[in-house]
């Protein structure tokens, strides 16, 4: 019969579930727009399930993975790049593939990484309520001042795709230098600035500088943005502590589109207290949906729900990679996304490449 495919949140566009459907699929939709818990996934799982195609807010763990193996799944498949909501280790003790949906959202979240670099930059959200809530009576000298970013230094942690989507974006766009940190040079982003710099000479305009620095240290106390892009793991868990934090220039602003957890999130809040000038951008939060107390009011700070890979294209074509790494395994092929996703192979930073 047909192979029962579980869809913990409605996904978007249709060709996702036309990709499961020509493989023989029958698929079930949760209706909830909640977080589901373990308990309710299991519950929807029941006694029969071939594959499930699960979300970030989840937290697939051994439990999970034993009560989809026992339901005969073979496969678990991530509608997120990022894959920290998964025990690897446990997928793999259960024999069950996992794959994630890279390569898509590169360009739709670096862009929210720009977007939310200008909104922290000029006070965008800030300026706008005071407009909204009639405060503007007069256009003065000294209103909203802001930090401009053209020619100033650009850092990045962690140069993957989004990385060094965002870095190439910042750089050319507004003729940054860039100094970032990675465990390895990464040669196909400094050869794209090293032809930038060609077309800036060619247009008489002096060159831009770029390095990977020897330490994050350098990074975090050289640049005038600050942009994390990381995977989340046991070495990336609140890198940016209230020590880095302090290194950091006092008018300096701080992007984070990867995980929350990366940042820790109280030390944020104190730091934006005692730094007015500082200001940070934030698309993910350290206990999401949960702010830190007083995040929310500080002016400094700019924060969104975790959207940034969410525009049309993207998402309905994270629901297509989806589904085709499940219509890979369910065929006798490797996971769609990136070969055998057991163990993972999207390592972060590097050349970029999955
Ligand atoms: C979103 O945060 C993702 O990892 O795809
Ligand atoms: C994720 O796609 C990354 O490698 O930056």
Redesign the pocket.
């Known amino acids: 019969g047909k192979r029962r495919v579980l869809v913990t949140k409605k996904l978007v566009g249709d060709r996702w579930l036309r990709e499961l459907e020509n493989a023989d699929c029958r698929v079930e939709v949760c209706e909830s727009r909640e977080i589901l818990s373990n308990q309710q996934i299991a519950e929807a799982i029941g006694n029969r399930c071939d594959a499930v195609i699960g979300q970030l807010t989840e937290k697939w763990n051994d439990d999970l993975f034993g009560v989809l193996k026992k339901a005969g799944g073979v496969v678990y498949s991530n509608f997120a790049?990022?894959f920290d909501n998964i025990d690897i280790a446990a997928a793999t003790k259960h024999g069950i593939p996992v794959g994630n949906t890279?390569?898509v959202?590169?360009e739709a979240?670096a862009e929210m990484a720009v977007c939310l670099t200008y909104a922290a930059a000029r006070h965008l959200l800030e300026a706008n309520k005071y407009l909204v809530e009639g405060k503007y009576k007069s256009w003065l000298p000294d209103l909203f001042l802001g930090q401009q970013i053209y020619r100033k230094k650009l850092g990045v942690i962690?140069t993957?795709?989004?990385?060094?989507a965002y870095a190439l974006s910042m750089v050319r766009g507004n003729l940054m230098d860039i100094v970032y940190y990675d465990k390895f040079t990464n040669k196909k982003m400094e050869q794209q600035l090293e032809q930038f710099n060609q077309y800036l000479k060619e247009i008489g305009e002096k060159p831009i500088e770029y390095k990977n620095a020897a330490s994050m240290e350098q990074v975090i106390q050289e640049a005038d943005i600050v942009s994390l892009?990381p995977?989340l793991d046991s070495s990336t868990y609140h890198l940016m502590n209230a020590e880095r934090l302090q290194l950091m220039k006092p008018n300096a602003i701080l992007v984070n589109c990867a995980r929350g957890p990366i940042i820790d999130e109280a030390a944020l809040v104190e730091h934006c207290k005692q730094n007015p000038g500082f200001a940070a951008g934030l698309d993910v939060f350290e206990h999401e949906p949960a702010l830190a107390p007083g995040l929310k009011d500080l002016p400094n700070v700019v924060i969104v729900p975790h959207i940034a890979s969410a525009t049309f294209w993207t998402r309905s074509a994270m629901a297509t990679i989806a589904s085709l790494n499940i219509a890979s395994i369910l065929k006798g092929y490797p996971c769609w996304s990136s070969g055998d996703m057991t163990p993972f192979v999207?390592e972060?930073?590097g050349n970029?490449e999955?």
Request: hydrophobic share 15%.
């Open positions: 790049v990022g890279p390569g959202l590169t979240t962690g993957g795709r989004i990385g060094s892009h995977n999207g972060p930073g970029g999955p």
